[in-house]
C-alpha cells in the first residue's frame, strides 16, 4: 500500500456529496514549499492535492473552510488530462483516512475544530481487564 501525508491549506470551502448512498467530503489542498533551484534563486512552488473523504464524519466539512491549515493522510493516485490551454497536465487525488484540522484561515485554533479534530480521530481504548489489580502495589515487574 502506498500512503501519502500532506499538511497544507485548503483551497475552497469543503463541499458535501452524495453517491449512491455514501456521503463524500470533497476539498482541495495546497501544499507549499520553497527551495532554491540550482542558479541558486529562490523558488515557490505549490502542489494540490484533490481530495475526497468517504467517511460518515460529514459534520467535519463545516470546519474545512477555505484558508484552513489541515493535516490528511491516505492513498494517492495520479491524473493525465489536457488543461484548458491544451497542453498536458497531471493532477495529484488522495482517498483521505485522516484529517485533521491544524488551525483556523486567521492561523488560530478554536475549541470547536479541537473538538471536532478529537472526535474525529477518536481512538478506542479499551477497559483494563480483570487480570490487572487494582492494587499498585503488585506490579509485575
Known amino acids: 500500500m502506498i500512503s501519502l501525508q500532506v499538511i497544507g491549506n485548503l483551497g475552497a470551502d469543503a463541499e458535501t456529496n452524495t453517491v449512491g ?49 489541515v493535516f490528511v493522510e491516505g492513498i494517492p493516485s495520479a491524473e493525465a488530462y489536457t488543461d484548458k490551454s491544451g497542453q498536458p497536465a497531471a493532477a495529484l487525488r488522495l482517498r483521505v483516512n485522516r484529517v485533521e484540522l491544524l488551525g483556523s484561515a486567521s492561523g488560530g485554533s478554536n475549541d470547536a475544530q479541537n473538538q471536532e479534530r478529537q472526535s474525529a480521530n477518536a481512538t478506542f481504548v479499551p477497559p483494563p481487564s480483570d487480570s490487572m489489580s487494582q492494587d499498585s502495589d503488585d506490579l509485575p515487574f
Open 21 to 69: 448512498n455514501n456521503q463524500v467530503i470533497n476539498f482541495s489542498v495546497a501544499h507549499n514549499e520553497r527551495f532554491k533551484d540550482r542558479n541558486g534563486q529562490m523558488v515557490d512552488r505549490t502542489v494540490w492535492i484533490r481530495c475526497a473523504y468517504w467517511r460518515d464524519q460529514t459534520t467535519l466539512a463545516q470546519y474545512l473552510r477555505k484558508g484552513t491549515q
